[in-house]
Protein backbone atom coordinates (compact mmCIF):
# COMPACT_ATOMS: atom_id res chain seq x y z
CA UNK A 1 0.00 0.00 0.00
CA UNK A 2 1.19 3.57 -0.94
CA UNK A 3 1.54 5.80 2.18
CA UNK A 4 2.71 9.70 2.25
CA UNK A 5 4.77 11.69 4.72
CA UNK A 6 4.69 15.18 5.91
CA UNK A 7 7.95 15.71 7.93
CA UNK A 8 7.26 19.00 8.66
CA UNK A 9 3.90 19.23 10.95
CA UNK A 10 4.54 23.37 11.06
CA UNK A 11 6.37 25.74 8.79
CA UNK A 12 7.29 29.92 8.98
CA UNK A 13 7.66 32.13 6.47
CA UNK A 14 8.61 35.90 6.42
CA UNK A 15 5.80 37.56 4.00
CA UNK A 16 7.24 37.46 0.60
CA UNK A 17 9.97 35.01 1.27
CA UNK A 18 10.11 31.75 -0.05
CA UNK A 19 9.04 28.55 1.42
CA UNK A 20 9.18 24.57 0.68
CA UNK A 21 7.51 21.80 2.47
CA UNK A 22 8.73 18.63 2.49
CA UNK A 23 6.56 15.28 0.72
CA UNK A 24 7.77 11.41 0.30
CA UNK A 25 5.54 8.21 -0.41
CA UNK A 26 6.27 4.98 -0.89
CA UNK A 27 4.94 3.49 -3.57
CA UNK A 28 5.79 0.33 -6.18
CA UNK A 29 4.07 1.92 -9.46
CA UNK A 30 5.82 3.37 -12.35
CA UNK A 31 2.91 5.40 -13.14
CA UNK A 32 0.65 7.45 -10.96
CA UNK A 33 -0.40 11.24 -9.81
CA UNK A 34 0.50 13.89 -6.58
CA UNK A 35 -1.05 16.59 -5.37
CA UNK A 36 -0.87 19.94 -3.30
CA UNK A 37 -4.13 20.51 -1.61
CA UNK A 38 -4.69 23.61 0.61
CA UNK A 39 -6.78 23.81 3.34
CA UNK A 40 -7.66 27.25 5.06
CA UNK A 41 -9.18 28.02 8.21
CA UNK A 42 -12.60 28.18 5.90
CA UNK A 43 -11.61 24.40 6.10
CA UNK A 44 -12.19 23.67 2.36
CA UNK A 45 -10.06 21.98 0.68
CA UNK A 46 -8.47 23.63 -2.38
CA UNK A 47 -6.21 21.62 -5.03
CA UNK A 48 -3.28 23.58 -5.56
CA UNK A 49 -1.08 22.04 -7.92
CA UNK A 50 -0.75 18.72 -9.79
CA UNK A 51 1.74 16.46 -10.98
CA UNK A 52 1.69 13.52 -13.41
CA UNK A 53 4.84 10.95 -12.60
CA UNK A 54 5.36 10.33 -16.01
CA UNK A 55 6.19 14.27 -17.06
CA UNK A 56 9.51 15.06 -16.12
CA UNK A 57 8.83 18.85 -16.01
CA UNK A 58 8.17 20.26 -12.76
CA UNK A 59 4.66 21.82 -12.39
CA UNK A 60 4.03 25.36 -11.74
CA UNK A 61 0.87 27.61 -10.89
CA UNK A 62 1.82 30.92 -10.80
CA UNK A 63 3.44 31.24 -6.93
CA UNK A 64 3.39 27.56 -6.49
CA UNK A 65 5.81 25.41 -7.99
CA UNK A 66 6.87 21.48 -7.11
CA UNK A 67 10.49 19.85 -7.02
CA UNK A 68 9.40 16.70 -8.52
CA UNK A 69 12.44 13.25 -7.44
CA UNK A 70 10.72 10.26 -8.95
CA UNK A 71 13.89 8.27 -8.51
CA UNK A 72 13.70 9.76 -4.65
CA UNK A 73 10.16 9.45 -4.14
CA UNK A 74 10.09 13.44 -3.14
CA UNK A 75 7.61 15.63 -3.94
CA UNK A 76 7.87 19.28 -2.70
CA UNK A 77 5.97 22.15 -2.68
CA UNK A 78 7.71 25.57 -3.33
CA UNK A 79 5.41 28.91 -2.76
CA UNK A 80 7.18 31.97 -3.75
CA UNK A 81 6.30 35.45 -2.69
CA UNK A 82 4.30 34.03 0.58
CA UNK A 83 1.45 35.89 1.29
CA UNK A 84 -0.79 36.20 3.86
CA UNK A 85 -3.41 34.15 2.52
CA UNK A 86 -1.36 31.61 1.63
CA UNK A 87 -1.60 30.80 5.68
CA UNK A 88 -3.29 27.25 5.70
CA UNK A 89 -2.47 23.50 5.98
CA UNK A 90 -0.91 21.86 3.12
CA UNK A 91 -1.63 18.29 1.98
CA UNK A 92 0.44 16.22 -0.32
CA UNK A 93 -1.52 13.93 -1.68
CA UNK A 94 -1.01 10.58 -3.83
CA UNK A 95 -2.94 9.11 -6.60
CA UNK A 96 -2.49 5.53 -7.82
CA UNK A 97 -3.43 4.37 -10.98
CA UNK A 98 -3.20 0.91 -10.38
CA UNK A 99 -6.59 -1.06 -10.43
CA UNK A 100 -5.31 -3.11 -7.23
CA UNK A 101 -5.21 0.19 -5.53
CA UNK A 102 -8.79 1.47 -6.87
CA UNK A 103 -7.09 4.70 -7.84
CA UNK A 104 -7.07 5.87 -4.00
CA UNK A 105 -6.12 9.11 -3.43
CA UNK A 106 -4.03 8.97 -0.36
CA UNK A 107 -3.15 11.87 1.96
CA UNK A 108 -0.23 12.89 4.16
CA UNK A 109 -0.89 14.04 7.52
CA UNK A 110 -0.72 17.88 7.01
CA UNK A 111 1.72 20.96 7.31
CA UNK A 112 0.60 23.92 8.76
CA UNK A 113 2.16 27.23 7.10
CA UNK A 114 2.12 30.55 8.84
CA UNK A 115 2.86 33.36 7.46
CA UNK A 116 4.21 36.28 9.45
CA UNK A 117 4.03 39.66 8.57
CA UNK B 1 -20.22 29.24 -3.88
CA UNK B 2 -18.37 26.35 -3.26
CA UNK B 3 -19.65 23.80 -5.66
CA UNK B 4 -19.64 21.62 -2.98
CA UNK B 5 -22.07 22.37 -0.08
CA UNK B 6 -21.92 21.00 3.05
CA UNK B 7 -24.44 20.81 6.42
CA UNK B 8 -24.61 21.56 9.56
CA UNK B 9 -20.80 23.21 9.62
CA UNK B 10 -21.24 22.04 13.40
CA UNK B 11 -22.69 19.46 14.85
CA UNK B 12 -22.77 18.30 18.69
CA UNK B 13 -24.85 15.12 18.92
CA UNK B 14 -24.87 12.56 22.44
CA UNK B 15 -23.67 8.99 21.71
CA UNK B 16 -27.16 7.55 21.65
CA UNK B 17 -28.45 10.37 19.10
CA UNK B 18 -29.01 9.60 15.42
CA UNK B 19 -28.23 12.46 13.06
CA UNK B 20 -27.20 13.07 9.07
CA UNK B 21 -24.67 15.08 7.50
CA UNK B 22 -25.68 16.65 4.07
CA UNK B 23 -23.72 16.89 0.95
CA UNK B 24 -24.69 18.65 -2.33
CA UNK B 25 -22.95 19.53 -5.43
CA UNK B 26 -23.59 21.39 -7.97
CA UNK B 27 -20.44 20.97 -10.47
CA UNK B 28 -22.65 17.54 -12.29
CA UNK B 29 -19.85 14.94 -11.06
CA UNK B 30 -20.66 11.50 -11.08
CA UNK B 31 -18.54 10.72 -8.10
CA UNK B 32 -19.00 11.23 -4.88
CA UNK B 33 -16.76 10.52 -1.36
CA UNK B 34 -16.98 10.66 3.03
CA UNK B 35 -13.50 11.26 4.15
CA UNK B 36 -12.85 11.76 8.15
CA UNK B 37 -10.23 14.56 8.77
CA UNK B 38 -9.06 14.08 12.66
CA UNK B 39 -6.77 15.89 14.34
CA UNK B 40 -3.29 14.69 13.35
CA UNK B 41 -3.87 12.40 11.51
CA UNK B 42 -3.99 11.69 7.48
CA UNK B 43 -7.46 12.05 6.09
CA UNK B 44 -9.23 8.77 5.88
CA UNK B 45 -11.48 7.77 3.15
CA UNK B 46 -14.87 6.40 4.23
CA UNK B 47 -17.23 5.72 1.16
CA UNK B 48 -17.09 6.17 -2.68
CA UNK B 49 -19.95 6.54 -4.59
CA UNK B 50 -19.75 6.41 -8.39
CA UNK B 51 -23.23 7.09 -10.33
CA UNK B 52 -25.17 6.87 -6.67
CA UNK B 53 -23.80 3.10 -6.41
CA UNK B 54 -21.46 2.24 -3.49
CA UNK B 55 -18.21 1.07 -5.11
CA UNK B 56 -15.87 1.06 -2.22
CA UNK B 57 -16.00 1.23 2.16
CA UNK B 58 -13.24 1.47 3.91
CA UNK B 59 -14.00 -0.75 6.83
CA UNK B 60 -15.97 1.78 7.84
CA UNK B 61 -18.30 1.00 11.51
CA UNK B 62 -21.74 0.20 10.90
CA UNK B 63 -22.32 3.50 13.27
CA UNK B 64 -22.02 5.43 9.93
CA UNK B 65 -24.32 4.57 6.92
CA UNK B 66 -24.16 6.66 3.85
CA UNK B 67 -26.81 7.12 1.12
CA UNK B 68 -26.37 8.20 -2.26
CA UNK B 69 -30.55 8.90 -3.48
CA UNK B 70 -28.83 10.74 -6.85
CA UNK B 71 -25.85 11.69 -8.25
CA UNK B 72 -25.89 15.24 -6.62
CA UNK B 73 -26.95 14.43 -2.95
CA UNK B 74 -24.89 12.33 -0.15
CA UNK B 75 -25.87 11.99 3.26
CA UNK B 76 -24.03 10.19 5.88
CA UNK B 77 -26.36 8.76 8.66
CA UNK B 78 -24.56 8.57 12.17
CA UNK B 79 -26.33 6.81 15.07
CA UNK B 80 -24.87 5.71 18.28
CA UNK B 81 -21.33 7.33 17.97
CA UNK B 82 -18.06 7.13 20.35
CA UNK B 83 -16.51 10.22 21.44
CA UNK B 84 -13.47 9.06 19.07
CA UNK B 85 -15.48 9.60 16.38
CA UNK B 86 -15.65 13.32 16.86
CA UNK B 87 -13.67 14.86 14.18
CA UNK B 88 -14.46 17.05 10.71
CA UNK B 89 -16.32 15.19 8.46
CA UNK B 90 -15.44 16.13 4.93
CA UNK B 91 -17.33 15.77 1.33
CA UNK B 92 -16.12 15.76 -2.19
CA UNK B 93 -16.75 14.79 -5.51
CA UNK B 94 -15.00 14.32 -9.25
CA UNK B 95 -16.09 13.93 -12.49
CA UNK B 96 -15.47 10.15 -12.32
CA UNK B 97 -14.39 7.99 -9.53
CA UNK B 98 -11.55 6.22 -11.25
CA UNK B 99 -10.06 8.76 -13.02
CA UNK B 100 -6.74 10.68 -12.44
CA UNK B 101 -7.57 13.49 -14.55
CA UNK B 102 -10.18 14.23 -11.87
CA UNK B 103 -9.70 16.08 -9.41
CA UNK B 104 -11.52 16.13 -6.10
CA UNK B 105 -13.35 18.72 -4.97
CA UNK B 106 -14.52 19.78 -1.11
CA UNK B 107 -16.88 20.82 0.86
CA UNK B 108 -16.16 22.88 3.69
CA UNK B 109 -16.48 20.11 5.66
CA UNK B 110 -19.03 19.46 9.04
CA UNK B 111 -17.33 19.25 12.43
CA UNK B 112 -18.57 16.70 14.56
CA UNK B 113 -18.60 16.78 18.30
CA UNK B 114 -19.63 13.39 20.47
CA UNK B 115 -20.36 14.12 23.82
Known amino acids: AQTVTQSQPEMSVQEAETVTLSCTYDTSESDYYLFWYKQPPSRQMILVIR??????QNATENRFSVNFQKAAKSFSLKISDSQLGDAAMYFC??????????????FGAGTILRVKS | ETGVTQTPRHLVMGMTNKKSLKCEQHLGHNAMYWYKQSAKKPLELMFV???????ENNSVPSRFSPECPNSSHLFLHLHTLQPEDSALYLCASSQEAYSYNSPLHFGNGTRLTVT
Open chain 1, 93 to 106: AYRSLGEEYGNKLV
Open chain 1, 51 to 56: QEAYKQ
Open chain 2, 49 to 55: YSLEERV
